[in-house]
Structures are given as structure tokens and as C-alpha cells.
């Protein structure tokens, strides 16, 4: 029996990987997701990234702040992506992102129609005039920035059964 594809979870902003979730990720993948501390890590794309190039996961999956530097990573490494709430037209805290051109690898987006944290609209406009082509956009119009774990248990099987071969 082949071993489940591997996975980075970024969580966010002051944020971990909930118990829950970690459960319903470990049905589908070989889940590494490493506590960050954004605020105080300047270099954390490059960190990641060097992370990434070594332990070549097969996709990364982030939340708000996580889900912004999933989206990066993705791009610069070719990955299949899920991002949720990403904090990409609009950020809580300065970071260090490297300008990417618009890759070609699966991107996807769920976004809460409610979400103030990380403003839905400005997230949509972001998404629309940066994101690349193959990107696909799940709105939610009753979720704000806190995922539901029914949406993230959908979300998820959706997404490993959408761009891995089921094992």
C-alpha cells in the first residue's frame, strides 16, 4: 500500500494547527506542520523555502498568514495549494515576500464571504489581478475567518482527491 502523499500546514497568525483539523489533514496526507512564530522571523519565506527544498512535501496548505506564504511557496516550488482566508490582499504585520512570477501549478482558494480579519473583498481583488491561472475560488458566503471543520473536512478530501491519486 503506497504511503500518503506529504503535506506542510502553515498555520496562522498566532495560531496553531488545532487537534481537529491535524486528525482530518492525517486521513489524507503525512501532515508536518511546524509551530511559527511570524511576527519575529523576518527571513521566514526563505526559512520555508530552504525547508521545502530539502523535505519536498508533495503540497502545502495554509491559513491566513499561513496560507500567504503557502501560496508563495507553492509558486516557487511548483507545489499543488490550498489556501484558506489566505492574508494576501491585506496583512495584519510587514513581511518579506519575493516578487514570483504567476506560476502554473493548482492553486486553491477558500475564502469566507464574512471574513473581516483578513477582508474577503480585498482578498477576492487580490486574488483576481495576482493569483495565476490555474487558480480555482470556493466562496463561503456564511464563513468568516475561522474555518469550520465541516468546510475544512470537505475542503481537504476535496483537494487530495482532486490532485493525488487515491491510495
Not at 1 to 22: I, T, V
Not at 76 to 100: Q, V
Not at 113 to 131: C, S, Y
Amino acid at each position: 500500500m503506497p504511503s500518503p502523499p506529504s503535506l506542510l500546514y502553515l498555520h496562522g497568525l498566532d495560531g496553531a494547527l488545532s487537534q481537529e483539523k491535524r486528525e482530518v489533514l492525517e486521513c489524507y496526507f503525512t501532515v508536518v506542520a511546524p509551530q511559527l512564530d511570524y511576527r519575529n522571523t523576518p527571513d521566514m519565506f526563505i526559512r520555508l523555502s530552504e525547508f521545502v527544498a530539502a523535505e519536498k512535501p508533495h503540497a502545502v496548505i495554509g491559513n491566513s498568514m499561513g496560507g500567504c506564504f503557502a501560496y508563495y511557496l507553492a509558486i516557487k516550488h511548483l507545489l499543488p495549494t490550498l489556501c484558506f482566508n489566505p492574508a494576501l490582499g491585506h496583512r495584519p504585520i510587514d513581511i518579506r515576500l519575493p516578487t514570483l512570477e504567476k506560476g502554473n501549478n493548482p492553486v486553491v482558494f477558500v475564502i469566507g464571504g464574512k471574513d473581516t480579519v483578513v477582508p474577503a473583498a480585498e482578498n477576492f481583488a487580490w486574488i483576481r489581478l495576482n493569483a495565476n491561472p490555474n487558480f480555482i475560488l470556493k466562496w463561503y458566503n456564511d464563513m468568516g475567518h475561522r474555518v469550520d471543520i465541516e468546510i475544512f473536512r470537505k475542503e481537504i478530501a476535496l483537494f487530495r482527491n482532486t490532485f493525488f491519486q487515491k491510495s
